[in-house]
T-cell receptor
Framework: NAGVTQTPKFRILKIGQSMTLQCTQD?????MYWYRQDPGMGLKLIYY???????DKGEVPNGYNVSRSTTEDFPLRLELAAPSQTSVYFC???????????FGSGTRLTVV | GQQLNQSPQSMFIQEGEDVSMNCTSS?????WLWYKQDPGEGPVLLIA?????ELTSNGRLTAQFGITRKDSFLNISASIPSDVGIYFC?????????????FGRGTQLTVWP
């Protein structure tokens, strides 16, 4: 079982560049989430989705966009990278409310 | 959003010692979860608690869902070097209809051999 797969694992971007962080899950989970993790700050929710075609903002959505065209995929888009977006990004999924999340192994992004 | 206060922020202990950490919230949760994150990896679920007062074990780990529904505790007995990592508590708001968890800031555990 692959679970939640994130690509790439590492990326360096220049200020103003754009990129898409990929996330796919093979567990047929309805709920998917994007978090960012900064040292000592825990996990902050960026966007989430409760099913294909439905997305909503989390705590820190500014500078990001998402789409959910299929159950499996939930890409995160950065349009104009800024140094403040240097972080580790985690995608996660769950089947139902109250279930524990399954996390991907993360994407470490540096914006210079 | 919900505020979860997790303490301590970090712990430095010797192999074989027991560890305790806790998490409190300003409002009621109906689910508490504990995760562990190894360096360079995503968090992995350790224990899930669904009922006030519930005490659940997973090997050397024991977690409890507080009676008030506003807190949870995690204990690790006889720590070993592979226990090193960041431990996160997470709670599900009973008012949430969207399956969103709220996370504490984590407890960084270092175990000296």
């Amino acid at each position: 079982n692959a679970g939640v797969t994130q690509t790439p694992k590492f990326r360096i971007l220049k200020i103003g560049q754009s990129m898409t962080l990929q996330c796919t899950q093979d567990m047929n989970h309805n709920y998917m989430y994007w978090y960012r993790q900064d040292p000592g700050m825990g996990l902050k929710l960026i966007y989430y989705s409760v099913g294909a075609g439905i997305t909503d903002k989390g705590e820190v959505p500014n500078g990001y966009n998402v789409s959910r065209s299929t159950t499996e995929d939930f890409p995160l888009r950065l349009e104009l990278a800024a140094p403040s977006q240097t972080s580790v990004y985690f995608c996660a999924s769950s089947q139902r409310q109250g279930d524990g999340y399954t996390f991907g192994s993360g994407t470490r992004l540096t914006v210079v | 959003g919900q505020q979860l206060n997790q303490s301590p922020q970090s712990m430095f202990i010797q192999e074989g010692e027991d560890v305790s950490m806790n998490c409190t919230s300003s409002s009621i949760f109906n689910t508490w979860l504990w995760y562990k994150q190894d360096p360079g990896e995503g968090p992995v679920l350790l224990i899930a608690l669904y009922k006030a007062g519930e005490l659940t074990s997973n090997g050397r780990l024991t977690a409890q869902f507080g009676i008030t529904r506003k807190d949870s505790f995690l204990n690790i007995s006889a720590s070993i070097p592979s226990d090193v990592g960041i431990y996160f508590c997470a709670g599900l708001d009973r008012g949430s209809t969207l399956g969103r968890l709220y996370f504490g800031r984590g407890t960084q555990l270092t175990v000296w051999p």
